[in-house]
């Protein structure tokens, strides 16, 4: 089965600093979504983008659909301690109104932050 | 509102063991999934459901049986648990394009 290739694998960056992660794939997509995954718990969205090129924020975190449609990019600035986890990019192409909802993962980008 | 919950949290089988995994939901969504999460390989698509009484394979359906008897649940069945399926599983339910998913279940094969 297809999965989206993700990078970084893995980050380790201090406290403050700016975070940049992207996820490719072969086939187009017409809607990204980054999650965030804590430990021991499921996946939670927090950016779901729409349309090429759009560029969306939700507070210290942006992220792009590419002009492409096969990429996305995640951003996060002045990082703090409950950006730890691991960030999944999902892509999905709907075929209908009526048509299933499957998303394909990335292999996430796990966010260490070094004190 | 609890969202999506999953039963159990925890669960150790021996091989061949049968056992079933149970995703409720309270949202009245009408599609509803069950991924498996492996180290390195992300999450992938077991099997869905697009509305009560309706199931379809998705990527790693193997060795997997589902049942949506009712909206709101939607069960998975390990018929003859292989060590293969040590996985943590992953519930999500939506209505349009947003998953929302459960805590998860950690299930070990022995």
């Known amino acids: 089965g297809q999965q989206l290739n993700q990078s970084p694998q893995s980050m380790f960056i201090q406290e403050g600093e700016d975070v940049s992660m992207n996820c490719t794939s072969s086939s187009i997509f017409n809607t990204w979504l980054w999650y965030k995954q804590d430990p021991g718990e499921g996946p939670v969205l927090l950016i779901a983008?729409?349309?090429?090129?759009e560029l969306t924020s939700n507070g210290r975190l942006t992220a792009q659909f590419g002009i492409t449609r096969k990429d996305s990019f995640l951003n996060i600035s002045a990082s703090i301690p409950s950006d730890v986890g691991i960030y999944f990019c999902a892509g999905q192409l709907l075929v209908s109104n009526f048509g299933n909802e499957k998303l394909t993962f990335g292999t996430g980008t796990r966010l260490t932050i070094i004190p | 509102n609890a969202g999506v919950t999953q039963t159990p949290k925890f669960r150790v089988l021996k091989t061949g063991q049968s056992m079933t995994l149970l995703c409720a939901q309270d949202m009245n969504h009408e599609y509803m999934y069950w991924y498996r999460q492996d180290p390195g390989m992300g999450l992938r698509l077991i099997h869905y459901s697009v509305g009560e009484g309706t199931t379809a394979k998705g990527e790693v359906p193997d060795g997997y049986n589902v049942s949506r008897l009712k909206k709101q649940n939607f069960l998975l069945g390990l018929e003859s648990a292989a060590p293969s399926q040590t996985s943590v599983y992953f519930c999500?339910?939506?209505?349009?394009?947003?998953?929302?998913f459960g805590p998860g279940t950690r299930l070990t094969v022995l």
């Open positions: 999500a339910s939506s209505l349009s394009d947003t998953q929302y």
């Open positions: 983008l729409y349309k090429a090129g």
